[in-house]
């Protein structure tokens, strides 16, 4: 029988790596944090490039510091395959989220490394510039930008809480990685595939060991203000207040009871909420708050966000209100034929696993919209992550990069 390209997937090894890159932004509770284009993640990309060299991948970066490691195919000229996730963390994150799905690339690529032929196509593992936006909002920012769903010179500006733009930091990052050559943003691409930690408990409850991924579920993010004025607590009688407050609670409970479902599938969020200018003999002039709206299926998700304006209206009572659209990213499914390359690879290697959808969102979803593009997930304990105690076993690692290499080869070769 001859050996497959997944039987030269070595577990250690990849399992060696994973502790060893956690060790960039390494915080005392076994966590990691190491935002993006932050000074942790410098070192940690150049031990990614140390790697991908050791065994002959070229590294390359785009003016986004999206990085590249590079296996060329015997006609590399072709659209490459590309694999792989993102290394930054949220604050309190695991060891994890994304930079799993980056080190089983890596490992794909050294087993496709080792063949005594190249594929067709080139390899090229990626890390993707800022997946999370909890430095720089919003994320997924290098995944957009390498498609064109958002402009480089829109995301420039954005700033930190510190004042520090993504200008300046993409500086800092790609003036430590002068002496790699730049790719432009946005070069075709044949195919993109990323293996990810579950984040729920679906593969722990059934005992699988791998997830197949259907597709991300459409999300609506929405500023609110509700504007009022401010006046003295102590003189101004409840018939002449403006209660910017008294005004944004009645709209959040209508909010609530009109997001309200039977079967518990919208996801509806009010995450945050300032109250200005916060003082206790203050009547509230002005408040903001966000609203995060998630749903699998379209015509869900589109009737429920389309209410909010007037949902809003409707409750304001004395004050005014105004509602701004952030972000609208509709439920997308992965093409079937990569799911059935996925789940084709998982049964052949006698590896559990079942379908489901995604309802975190991933740079997969920009891709999704230049190439065709699948998700592999593994099981994460207790489907804890964003949290220093995120935690996965070694074989279910392995077994998620065995499922990667089969298919990312196959592609490679097409
Ligand atoms: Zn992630």
Request: glycine fraction near 8%; charged fraction near 25%; include cysteine.
């Given at each position: 029988?001859?050996?497959?390209?997944?039987?030269?997937?070595?577990?250690?090894?990849?399992?060696?790596?994973?502790?060893?890159?956690?060790?960039?932004?390494?915080?005392?509770?076994?966590?990691?944090?190491?935002?993006?284009?932050?000074?942790?993640?410098?070192?940690?990309?150049?031990?990614?490039?140390?790697?991908?060299?050791?065994?002959?991948?070229?590294?390359?970066?785009?003016?986004?510091?999206?990085?590249?490691?590079?296996?060329?195919?015997?006609?590399?000229?072709?659209?490459?395959?590309?694999?792989?996730?993102?290394?930054?963390?949220?604050?309190?994150?695991?060891?994890?989220?994304?930079?799993?799905?980056?080190?089983?690339?890596?490992?794909?690529?050294?087993?496709?490394?080792?063949?005594?032929?190249?594929?067709?196509?080139?390899?090229?593992?990626?890390?993707?510039?800022?997946?999370?936006?909890?430095?720089?909002?919003?994320?997924?920012?290098?995944?957009?930008?390498?498609?064109?769903?958002?402009?480089l010179e829109d995301i420039l500006t954005i700033?930190?809480?510190?004042?520090?733009t993504v200008k300046?930091?993409l500086?800092?990052?790609?003036?430590?990685?002068?002496?790699?050559?730049?790719?432009?943003?946005?070069?075709?691409?044949?195919?993109?595939?990323?293996?990810?930690?579950?984040?729920?408990?679906?593969?722990?409850?059934?005992?699988?060991?791998?997830?197949?991924?259907?597709?991300?579920?459409?999300?609506?993010?929405?500023?609110?203000?509700?504007?009022?004025?401010?006046?003295?607590?102590?003189?101004?009688?409840?018939?002449?207040?403006?209660?910017?407050?008294?005004?944004?609670?009645?709209?959040?409970?209508?909010?609530?009871?009109?997001?309200?479902?039977?079967?518990?599938?919208?996801?509806?969020?009010?995450?945050?909420?300032?109250?200005?200018?916060?003082?206790?003999?203050?009547?509230?002039?002005?408040?903001?708050?966000?609203?995060?709206?998630?749903?699998?299926?379209?015509?869900?998700?589109?009737?429920?966000?389309?209410?909010?304006?007037?949902?809003?209206?409707?409750?304001?009572?004395?004050?005014?209100?105004?509602?701004?659209?952030?972000?609208?990213?509709?439920?997308?499914?992965?093409?079937?034929?990569?799911?059935?390359?996925?789940?084709?690879?998982?049964?052949?290697?006698?590896?559990?696993?079942?379908?489901?959808?995604?309802?975190?969102?991933?740079?997969?979803?920009?891709?999704?919209?230049?190439?065709?593009?699948?998700?592999?997930?593994?099981?994460?304990?207790?489907?804890?992550?964003?949290?220093?105690?995120?935690?996965?076993?070694?074989?279910?690692?392995?077994?998620?990069?065995?499922?990667?290499?089969?298919?990312?080869?196959?592609?490679?070769?097409?």
């Amino acid at each position: 029988m001859t050996m497959r390209i997944s039987d030269r997937i070595d577990g250690e090894r990849l399992w060696r790596r994973l502790m060893e890159l956690a060790r960039f932004g390494a915080t005392d509770k076994g966590g990691v944090r190491r935002l993006a284009l932050s000074q942790e993640e410098i070192p940690a990309r150049a031990c990614l490039v140390a790697w991908g060299r050791s065994f002959g991948l070229e590294p390359s970066s785009d003016a986004a510091a999206n990085l590249f490691l590079t296996l060329g195919g015997r006609e590399p000229h072709l659209p490459p395959v590309l694999i792989g996730s993102h290394i930054d963390s949220q604050p309190t994150g695991g060891k994890f989220d994304g930079a799993y799905g980056v080190l089983a690339a890596l490992e794909a690529a050294q087993v496709i490394s080792e063949l005594p032929e190249r594929p067709r196509r080139s390899i090229e593992v990626v890390a993707w510039m800022n997946e999370e936006g909890s430095r720089f909002a919003p994320g997924m920012m290098g995944s957009a930008v390498f498609t064109g769903k958002r402009r480089l010179e829109d995301i420039l500006t954005i700033k930190d809480r510190d004042g520090c733009t993504v200008k300046d930091a993409l500086e800092s990052v790609l003036g430590a990685e002068r002496a790699l050559p730049r790719r432009p943003l946005g070069f075709p691409v044949a195919a993109f595939l990323e293996a990810h930690i579950e984040q729920g408990v679906l593969l722990q409850e059934r005992g699988l060991t791998a997830g197949i991924v259907t597709g991300i579920q459409g999300k609506r993010t929405f500023r609110v203000e509700v504007i009022g004025e401010e006046s003295h607590a102590g003189t101004t009688p409840r018939s002449a207040r403006r209660d910017a407050l008294t005004s944004a609670v009645a709209v959040v409970d209508a909010l609530q009871k009109a997001m309200w479902d039977e079967a518990d599938t919208v996801r509806f969020t009010i995450g945050m909420f300032n109250v200005l200018p916060n003082a206790p003999s203050v009547v509230p002039g002005k408040v903001v708050f966000s609203i995060d709206l998630r749903h699998n299926e379209q015509a869900m998700i589109q009737r429920l966000g389309d209410q909010v304006p007037a949902v809003c209206q409707a409750a304001r009572g004395r004050c005014a209100v105004t509602v701004t659209e952030l972000l609208y990213d509709a439920p997308l499914q992965f093409p079937a034929s990569i799911r059935s390359r996925l789940s084709e690879a998982a049964r052949r290697l006698g590896l559990s696993h079942m379908e489901l959808p995604s309802p975190a969102g991933h740079d997969s979803r920009y891709l999704h919209y230049v190439c065709p593009t699948g998700m592999i997930f593994i099981p994460c304990k207790d489907g804890i992550s964003h949290n220093e105690a995120e935690s996965i076993s070694p074989a279910d690692a392995m077994a998620g990069a065995r499922i990667l290499a089969e298919a990312a080869y196959e592609m490679a070769n097409q």
